[in-house]
């Protein structure tokens, strides 16, 4: 099967803004899913971004497996990035970023106090490919809020300036910009987290890849959720449990697999990290 890939002219002009932006910010913000860490970078953002400092933030902690998202904080971290792991809507994350833009902008900080030169307000550009988690991080960090949060890719149109305290403010960039897949993998598992229109790749596909990795990775999980003794007729067994059935009895298998994708979503199916280190 051939790559999906998502670059219309308005992805091209978002493109073009942050390189824009790039030359007059001091780091980049860059949020992404805790679930899938590198399926949710966008390699054109990150050669756009170049070696600007930069703070990752890995959203949807409630969602992911602890003991991956701690090696991927380890791992990210080891490459030069200051890294923020947070649940957006239990973490005081607002003051979560302030401490860690401090990190960020220690080294200019002092450099700027050497040179003589005087403190001003630091800007930072916030990125992220669709359905990360962006608007809600603007949300909870701005003084006002900022950002419409829907659970809709690619909702944020227009550049925003947003202040965050009298040290720091925030450009926001048009959250479309959906990732150009590296590998199909990748593009499946943005399918399945909901970064990416479920439309992109057939929901069959989607949806045997999820199976199939929760069967290998996190069986327990997936019996206890549906109830299951074995993985055989799986969609058979789910449908019944759901009770997703059509006429004489028998499920409907797209609704099943629709009902499947939303529970692994909304996390229903317990803590799951795609990208595995």
Request: one cysteine or more.
């Amino acid at each position: 099967m051939s790559q999906v890939h998502w670059f219309p002219g308005h992805m091209a002009k978002a493109i073009r803004l942050i390189e824009e932006q790039i030359k007059v910010v001091d780091f980049v913000i860059e949020c992404r899913d805790a679930r899938a860490p590198m399926s949710t970078r966008n390699p054109v953002l990150s050669r756009s971004i170049g070696q600007k400092k930069r703070l990752i933030v890995l959203t949807k902690k409630d969602l992911a497996d602890p003991k991956q998202s701690e090696m991927w904080v380890e791992k990210l971290e080891s490459e030069g990035n200051v890294v923020l792991l947070v649940d957006v809507i239990n973490d005081p994350v607002r003051k979560m970023i302030i401490e860690k833009t401090d990190i960020v902008l220690k080294e200019k900080r002092e450099r700027d106090k050497r040179r003589g030169i005087r403190p001003r307000t630091a800007r930072a550009l916030i990125v992220g490919v669709p359905n990360v988690g962006k608007s809600s991080v603007i949300n909870k960090i701005s003084a006002l809020k900022a950002a419409g949060v829907e659970n809709r890719p690619g909702v944020t149109q227009s550049l925003k300036l947003i202040k965050v305290t009298q040290d720091l403010e925030l450009v926001d960039t048009p959250g479309v910009l959906w990732p150009k897949f590296e590998s199909e993998e990748m593009g499946i598992i943005c399918a399945v987290i909901g970064s990416v229109k479920d439309t992109g790749y057939p929901m069959a596909l989607v949806t045997d890849y999820a199976r199939d990795y929760y069967i290998q990775y996190k069986p327990e999980e997936l019996k206890r959720r549906y109830e299951l003794e074995s993985f055989d007729n799986f969609y058979d067994q789910v449908g019944r449990y759901r009770g997703l059935l059509g006429e004489g009895g028998t499920v409907n298998d797209d609704k099943t697999r629709v009902a499947f994708l939303s529970d692994i979503q909304n996390g229903r199916i317990g803590r799951i990290t795609w990208d595995r280190l």
